[in-house]
């Protein structure tokens, strides 16, 4: 049985910490072979410390066709960028980045518009809704600004970070002055949809995002963990009867995206869905 | 079928430029996979000016295993050592670099006593032998401290870079008093053994490294080059009758001590044989 990695083989580096709950390679790495294209996913658990230094080297590599970005270094990412695409500019953070013709590091975030494809495919609607999102670091900005651009009318942002938080409503009143927004609270009543975009869930005995007792059973509910088949979160919010998006959709969704931006076919959802190597 | 890349997966780095000719991972991967190992050997094309920079950032990853160093950058990467193995205080490179629990650089070559090894493994004793190596870089370098320790009785060396040549012949008269040591002849004629550790062969159209029309029937030849089934040069020496050991040979024969050095299981050269993904 062959590897499929020789000395042709391209290298998309798959980066953050930690590695374990990596799904990328295991959803990308097959439509790679499927296609007979020479490039595989390759995990890097990179230290925060060493992330500024590390991703302008890497992405000098001959073979190296660009890099995907996860927790913790989106935010990171978005502050090396020669040129940033319009969603990581108002994101402030970035999960694809690639080095251009001239050597500049361009870059964009693909997470907010995965995440309201999915929602979009599930039949939920954005135009005029009201949302909560609990996180605002680069995933949280990013569901946030899509949900924005996508017309929501109300935008509640929750982070124990309040910096963090203030920061991102300012960015997103500048671009998106007619909506509600609102900051300080995580209280998912009253909302239409209610996404966890924080990371807790990712580790076994970690406590509920929200308070999911208070979330109406007509809401959709998504999470970005990706630790397990369905996130505690996930199973509560189903159990009073919400519709539910959990984390591997959002990455399903934006890969054909993110193919693109590197410079290879367009795949299409369902394709990646049937060669993904996932075990749930 | 599974590509066996996950979030587990730790990684071997393969280092050097041009990457087209690299076959360890057509070896290693195979390996790995056969002994229910997530750990991949994955190809990175690295400048030499970036490589200084970039090497420590890499085995920094939290999933890195170590790096595989190949041209041009296994001088230089003896030089980022905190501990160099003897073989590479001797030859001046390196092809074998990881972190010790201390996070200091480790580092030793390998080359060497993989092409010794191959030598021993058809029957070519080294022992009170003449042997003329072409190449004074990182595995001409080597190769020429692996023939002296293991008993060779004269040693002609060169380089076109007559200084590289020089300093490699006074560390060798250094360790080893009583070889004879010539430098500034590439003329094979009176040697029982002759190795081509240049890179004259990996482009097609290249000359021929060393004038084969004055190698002596009954010597034993070597290439190091990886370019191609056989080399010009190795079909050369062949056609005049004599014995020949191709550069997948040295590769080959010095695996099971790098992956003892990475902390994987010792593997046995027939095993890495039959498993290897290799066309020839």
């Known amino acids: 049985m062959h590897t499929g990695i020789g ?4 290298i998309i580096a798959l980066l953050g910490v930690p590695t374990v709950t990596f799904k990328a390679p295991l959803i990308y790495n097959p439509w790679f072979r499927s296609r007979g294209i020479e490039c ?3 995990p890097m658990g990179c230290e925060a410390a060493d992330f500024p230094a590390f991703l302008p080297l890497l992405l000098r590599l001959r073979n190296c066709a660009g890099a995907l970005i996860t927790m913790p ?7 090396l960028l020669d040129e940033a695409g319009l969603a990581a500019r108002i994101c402030g953070s970035c999960n694809a980045v690639k080095r251009d013709g001239d050597g500049r590091l361009v870059g964009d975030m693909f997470d907010g518009e ?4 999915g929602l979009r495919g599930k039949g939920r609607s954005v135009q005029g809704a009201s949302a909560l999102v609990a996180g605002s670091g680069g995933v949280g900005s990013a569901i946030a600004a899509a949900l924005a651009r996508a017309g929501a009318r109300r935008l509640a942002l929750f982070d124990i970070d309040g910096d963090a938080c203030e920061r991102l409503a300012g960015r ?3 671009h998106y002055p007619d909506i509600a927004l609102e900051t300080g609270s995580n209280d998912p009543q009253g909302h239409d949809i209610v996404v966890n975009a924080t990371p807790v869930g990712m580790k ?3 406590p509920l ?12 509910v998504g999470d970005v963990v990706l630790a397990g088949e369905e ?10 009867g919400c519709r539910t998006q959990a984390g591997i959709d959002m990455v399903f969704e934006q890969i054909p995206a993110h193919l693109e931006f590197f410079g290879f076919p367009a795949a299409a959802t369902d394709e990646l869905r049937r060669l993904a190597e996932l075990d749930g």
Chains 1, 2 share one sequence.
Do not use: Q, W, Y
Not at 209 to 220: K, S, T
Not at 231 to 240: E, G, I
């Open 40 to 42: 595989i996913v390759a």
């Open 114 to 117: 995965g995440f309201v494809a």
């Open 172 to 174: 997103l009143r500048t």
């Open 204 to 206: 076994p005995g970690d």
């Open 231 to 240: 996130t505690p979160f996930l199973a509560a919010a189903r159990a009073r």
């Open 7 to 10: 000395g042709r083989t391209r």
């Open 209 to 220: 995002p929200l308070d999911a007792d208070r979330i109406a059973p007509g809401a959709f």
């Open 73 to 79: 270094h989106k935010v990171a990412a978005a502050g």
